[in-house]
């Protein structure tokens, strides 16, 4: 339930972007000048001119993942952020625009054209494609065959900053077995085994377990775990402590174990944190902490524009707590944050709550470089997939983002929004022919942009993503890569996994691959040499000539 103060925000959010500062198609009176954009070249070529990349062994990484965070969806939302703060909003910078290096990611999966949130994130945590639904397993196995699980696992670089002694943390938005943190930690043949109630009872006796009991078990010095996702955690028919009348929030363990308090057992001696509250969180001092487990609602958190300030933290609050409890580790630190629920809002065909939770994202960005020093610490902002979200329609400059483009359509006469999808659950007719979207408030956080094709929940799309990065090696980030390159780059940068020797070498070159000699050529032959045969018949001849 949203605060009087927060209610009264989102209120005034509405009203700034309704009647924004800027006229809708104006502009400053410099920018009619060639100099205004001489000038604004120049600066931001000397800023590059100016920047020095490091090759520095990096101490820290962060990596960033906005689920479902494509161009289209990054634009949009600085176009938002802007007209809040009373510009236009084209010309607004975000956190993660201001990285100096940007490169694409290619997030096709092995058996998959367009991704699902699992095989993109083992692609990108653990180096390795796979096929969709699966989570860090290699493409060898099979979708829902718990038999194909053994000997096809792959680890991630969270386990990698483990094994070198680095402390490691993640922090989602979503529940903490999603599909985008679970390849972090566990190897599942089914994306959606969040407990072990939700494995087929055909499948429970060849030795799989769920994704839950492996955050726990299978690397128990996690330092820092924080999301949703309480449920998954505690037996079936455990009241949830924040609501407790809701049957739908009851633990869902068919085996008794409560793994929140067999999170704390397995670590005996050692300050272990666990928190439901904000104001709980709030009260943790890092300091003071060596394991933090913060659980803050049953399943999904809740989107920022209905998120009750008072008892669940934003994301960017879980960040600056993660942050200051894992940085106290000298070795370092690696730390997975996921943007969630931009993804979710997006398959609602919700543009509004996507936005929102992108553009509180980039808020956790900027503090998480607030909180670190780029001379150590290598940051990658990056996303999963994208989504079929579109901006379009010859706006004019400062065109409200969740207003209508100027034209009407030239086939129905009926006006239309810039935001759209290709497909999802916008699809409305009346009388035969597209609804009249004026009928609606699109400002709403709850409206649903029309789309094209009618699906009850909008899909991800296919194109590249882009790929943000700052810090210690990152001009390793240029040009288009696979997906996995995420893994292989930022285990290079801090010396980890197949990279954790190259700190002792004296050359940053990498061993070239071997490759199959050739074998080797037969001399072609020499025609005008005489053959052993012509040889044999002049002896032959030789021999009669002399006979006769």
């Known amino acids: 339930m949203l605060s009087h103060s927060r209610l009264l925000l989102?209120?005034?959010?509405?009203?700034?972007?309704?009647?924004?500062?800027?006229?809708?198609?104006?502009?400053?009176?410099?920018?009619?000048?060639p100099k205004f954009w001489y000038d604004l070249s120049k600066e931001r070529l000397q800023r590059s001119l100016d920047h020095q990349d490091s090759t520095e062994?990096?101490?820290?990484?962060?990596?960033?993942?906005?689920?479902?965070?494509?161009?289209?969806?990054?634009?949009?939302?600085?176009?938002?952020?802007?007209?809040?703060?009373?510009?236009?909003?084209?010309?607004?910078?975000?956190?993660?625009?201001?990285?100096?290096?940007?490169?694409?990611?290619?997030?096709?999966c092995t058996d998959s054209q367009i991704a699902d949130s699992t095989c993109a994130a083992t692609a990108f945590l653990c180096g390795v494609k796979t096929n969709k639904f699966t989570v860090g397993l290699s493409a060898n196995a099979t979708y829902d065959r718990c038999n194909t699980t053994a000997g096809n696992e792959v680890s991630s670089i969270l386990r990698w900053a483990k094994e070198a002694g680095k402390s490691?943390?993640?922090?989602?938005?979503?529940?903490?077995?999603?599909?985008?943190?679970?390849?972090?930690?566990?190897?599942?043949?089914?994306?959606?085994?969040?407990?072990?109630?939700?494995?087929?009872?055909?499948?429970?006796?060849?030795?799989?377990?769920?994704?839950?009991?492996?955050?726990?078990?299978?690397?128990?010095?996690?330092?820092?775990?924080?999301?949703?996702?309480?449920?998954?955690?505690?037996?079936?028919?455990?009241?949830?402590?924040?609501?407790?009348?809701?049957?739908?929030?009851?633990?869902?363990?068919?085996?008794?174990?409560?793994?929140?308090?067999?999170?704390?057992?397995?670590?005996?001696?050692?300050?272990?944190?666990?928190?439901?509250?904000?104001?709980?969180l709030d009260k943790v001092d890092p300091e003071q902490t060596d394991y933090l487990m913060g659980l803050f609602e049953p399943g999904?958190?809740?989107?920022?524009?209905?998120?009750?300030?008072?008892?669940?933290?934003?994301?960017?609050?879980?960040?600056?707590?993660?942050?200051?409890?894992?940085?106290?580790?000298?070795?370092?630190?690696?730390?997975?944050?996921?943007?969630?629920?931009?993804?979710?809002?997006?398959?609602?065909?919700?543009?509004?709550?996507?936005?929102?939770?992108?553009?509180?994202?980039?808020?956790?960005?900027?503090?998480?470089?607030?909180?670190?020093?780029?001379?150590e610490t290598l940051t990658v902002v990056s996303a999963d997939h994208s989504h079929t979200l579109t901006l379009g329609g010859y706006t004019d400059r400062g065109n409200p983002i969740f207003g209508f483009a100027p034209q009407q359509s030239d086939v129905d006469g009926m006006i239309y929004t810039s935001l759209l999808y290709a497909n999802g659950p916008g699809y409305r007719l009346a009388n035969g022919s597209r609804a009249d979207p004026r009928n609606d408030s699109?400002?709403?956080?709850?409206?649903?942009?029309?789309?094209?094709?009618?699906?009850?929940?909008?899909?991800?799309?296919?194109?590249?993503?882009?790929?943000?990065?700052?810090?210690?090696?990152?001009?390793?980030?240029?040009?288009?890569?696979e997906d996995t390159f995420i893994a292989h780059a930022m285990a290079y940068a801090a010396c980890l996994g197949p990279f954790a020797t190259r700190c002792s070498q004296t050359s940053t070159l990498l061993p070239k691959p071997t490759t199959p000699k050739k074998p080797a050529s037969r001399a072609a032959p020499n025609l005008t040499a005489p053959g052993p045969r012509v040889l044999l018949l002049l002896l032959l001849l030789l021999y009669c000539a002399e006979a006769l």
């Not at 289209?72 to 956190?95: C, F, H, M, V």
């Not at 930690?185 to 009872?201: F, G, L, Q, T």
């Not at 793994?259 to 944190?273: F, M, Q, S, T, Y």
């Open 442 to 481: 699109t400002y709403n956080k709850d409206y649903m942009q029309q789309s094209a094709v009618p699906l009850t929940q909008e899909t991800h799309a296919g194109e590249d993503v882009p790929v943000f990065a700052r810090g210690p090696w990152s001009h390793l980030f240029k040009g288009t890569n």
């Open 10 to 33: 989102v209120c005034a959010a509405c009203v700034a972007l309704r009647s924004s500062a800027t006229p809708v198609g104006s502009f400053a009176d410099e920018e009619r000048l």
């Open 300 to 375: 999904d958190m809740q989107y920022e524009l209905s998120r009750n300030s008072s008892t669940d933290p934003s994301i960017t609050d879980m960040v600056d707590k993660a942050i200051r409890v894992l940085r106290r580790n000298p070795q370092g630190f690696f730390l997975l944050v996921e943007g969630g629920k931009i993804d979710v809002g997006h398959h609602y065909g919700k543009a509004r709550l996507a936005l929102y939770e992108t553009m509180l994202m980039d808020e956790a960005v900027a503090r998480a470089r607030e909180l670190t020093n780029d001379r």
């Open 168 to 280: 490691v943390g993640l922090v989602t938005t979503t529940i903490v077995q999603h599909a985008t943190p679970a390849p972090a930690y566990a190897h599942c043949v089914n994306r959606y085994w969040y407990s072990d109630s939700s494995i087929p009872e055909a499948q429970r006796g060849h030795g799989c377990t769920d994704i839950a009991h492996q955050l726990v078990h299978n690397i128990p010095d996690i330092e820092v775990i924080m999301g949703g996702g309480r449920k998954y955690m505690t037996p079936q028919s455990t009241p949830d402590p924040e609501y407790p009348a809701d049957p739908n929030s009851q633990g869902r363990r068919l085996d008794g174990v409560n793994l929140i308090d067999k999170w704390k057992e397995l670590k005996p001696g050692k300050r272990a944190v666990y928190v439901w509250h904000k104001t709980a």
């Open 57 to 108: 062994t990096a101490k820290n990484l962060v990596l960033f993942i906005g689920d479902g965070m494509g161009l289209n969806t990054i634009t949009a939302t600085r176009i938002l952020k802007g007209q809040l703060g009373g510009k236009s909003g084209e010309e607004y910078s975000l956190a993660m625009d201001s990285f100096p290096h940007t490169s694409l990611s290619k997030t096709y």
